[in-house]
Nanobody, 122 residues
Framework: QVQLVESGGGLVQPGGSLRLSCAAS????????MGWYRRAPGKQRELVAT???????AYIDSVKGRFTISRDYGRNTVFLQMNSPKLEDTAVYYC????????????????WGQGTQVTVSS
């Protein structure tokens, strides 16, 4: 089955940097949009950044200029480079991807990673 496996979370100081990775494995035929979401304590999950199959990106305002989303198409991997993180970026970060297991549209589903904790603290 298709799985998304995240890595790279941990503790980072304000103003530092951290890179999250998310790799898709299993019977992947095609990957469409990929993105990162986060859920901070006591808050609802929010979309942080997305990247289309064509490489177009979008970000929430609070991370623009600090975070960069990118993809390695050959390795079915999406990254989130987090520069100058702030205390309010502390959250569990989840990878998301629309993946097809074959030509039929019935084989297209939305997948989630297990989540990786990012803690910004001095």
């Amino acid at each position: 089955q298709v799985q998304l496996v995240e890595s790279g979370g941990g503790l980072v100081q304000p103003g530092g940097s951290l890179r999250l990775s998310c790799a898709a494995s299993g019977p992947v035929f095609a990957i469409y949009a990929m993105g990162w979401y986060r859920r901070a304590p006591g808050k609802q999950r929010e979309l942080v950044a997305t990247i289309t199959s064509g490489g177009d990106t979008a970000y929430i305002d609070s991370v623009k200029g600090r975070f960069t989303i990118s993809r390695d198409y050959g390795r079915n991997t999406v990254f989130l480079q987090m520069n100058s993180p702030k205390l309010e970026d502390t959250a569990v970060y989840y990878c998301n991807a629309v993946i097809s297991r074959g030509l039929s549209t019935t084989l297209r589903d939305n997948y989630w990673g297990q989540g990786t904790q990012v803690t910004v603290s001095s």
